[in-house]
């Protein structure tokens, strides 16, 4: 069974523009998750969206959005990029549905690089 | 927000050598997760505790849900070279996954 897949692994933009991040879930798993990982921090909850819908959003700018696709696909959008920008983007999906207690599985991220 | 303390930030031990890592929370949570995370990489999972009290083993590595459902701790037993990462605990509330800091775990050969 393939696991959840991103694209692209690595990204390189400049300060203002914006950047396109695609996840893929685990086959079955309707919930998809975002997280940043700047370098030498820990995982910080971006976005969650199960069914289509935005579900949950972490303390991030409006700068930063997405969308799921009817095939439980997402994109992560960030727009006016800046240099602090500059990070692990994870996606993580699970089988949804529920509110609590899912057990989430994470892509190999996207490394975005703003110069 | 709610926060996870994990200790220790970093550990260098012997091939061979028994490792423990914990997590504590003031909050009380429902999951307790570990994962692994290599360079680059994303997290792994390794364990998945879902009842407090609850002890499960994955080959060298056994964790364990605290009974007051506020704390986990991580073992892993005679460590080899390939144990080197970063583990992370974590826990679920609404979906949210909160992260732990990070224990960086190097091993000597």
């Known amino acids: 069974e393939a696991g959840v897949t991103q694209s692209p692994t690595h990204l390189i933009k400049t300060r203002g523009q914006q950047a396109t991040l695609r996840c893929s879930p685990i086959?079955?798993?309707?919930?998809v998750y975002w997280y940043q990982q700047a370098l030498g921090l820990g995982l910080q909850f971006l976005l969650w969206?199960?069914?289509?819908?935005?579900?949950n959003r972490g303390n991030f700018p409006p700068r930063f959005s997405g969308r799921q696709f009817p095939n439980y696909s997402s994109e992560l959008n960030v727009n006016a990029l800046e240099l602090e920008d500059s990070a692990l983007y994870l996606c993580?999906?699970?089988?949804?549905?529920?509110?609590?207690?899912?057990?989430?599985?994470f892509g190999p991220g996207t490394r975005l690089l703003v110069l | 927000g709610q926060q996870l303390n994990q200790s220790p930030q970093s550990m260098f031990i012997q091939e061979g050598e028994d490792v423990s890592m914990n997590c504590t929370s003031s909050?009380?949570?429902?999951?307790w997760l570990w994962y692994k995370q290599d360079p680059g990489e994303g997290p792994v999972l390794l364990i998945a505790?879902?009842?407090?009290?609850e002890l499960t083993s994955n080959g060298r590595l056994t964790a364990q849900f605290g009974i007051t459902r506020k704390d986990s701790f991580l073992n892993i037993s005679a460590s080899i070279p390939s144990d080197v990462g970063i583990y992370f605990c974590?826990?679920?509330?609404?979906?949210?996954?909160?992260f732990g800091e990070g224990t960086q775990l190097t091993v000597n050969p």
């Open positions: 505790l879902y009842k407090a009290g």
């Open positions: 974590a826990s679920t509330s609404g979906s949210r996954l909160t």
């Open positions: 909050s009380i949570f429902n999951t």
């Open positions: 969206y199960d069914e289509g819908e935005e579900r």
């Open positions: 086959s079955g798993h309707t919930s």
């Open positions: 993580a999906s699970s089988l949804g549905g529920r509110q609590d207690g899912e057990t989430q599985y």
